[in-house]
């Protein structure tokens, strides 16, 4: 879709807005679409959505610079040369920088989103293999950050070496870091060889 026709649209979607064209030109310029590609529904929320939020923030300015002159000027005994209004902000860089700012926040969240719920597939998919100690799951998983080009699968190759590391240090090295019946190996098991190897060598053990 050409750049004039996106900024149409989202001028339609947005409404009502004390934006000008340049400052929506600038938006859209930012955020490109792929030569080729359509803006999705996706597409379309997050800028109406960035931009109502950014028209906020922007009215809220304007409006505290405007009372802050109401409360501080002082008429003068002699007519004085008055101060000058403020003058709400019209300067691109300072809109971009804004604009950044609100897009950065929004992406931030997104990504926090994606984190989660990765956590929550690999998780699932590593106590598929066994690796059901959820103490030692925690350690091993506590603050990563995954790659989100890596498939799930991936991931699950990549953290059960680092499972099984874990499990060792935590549970020591006399058990197996997974089993097939999810118990990671067990102290009661592990007590149970040693007494019955101790009562076959002090002879209170029959084979």
Known sequence: MEQEKILSTLSEKLGETSFSPQTLQTYVELNPIAKGSEPDEAYWNKAVN???????????????????????YKPQPTPPTPPTPPVPPKNDDELEKKLKELEARLDAEDSKKVQADLLKKVTAAMKAKQANDDYVLSKTLQGVTFDTKKTVDELVTEFLPKYDAEYKACRGYGTAPRTSDGSGGTQHNAASRYFERKGKKEGWKKN
Request: hydrophobic share 30%.
């Open 50 to 72: 960035f931009l109502k939020g950014m028209q906020g923030q922007y009215n809220h300015d304007v409006a505290t610079r405007v009372e802050d002159f109401k409360k501080n």
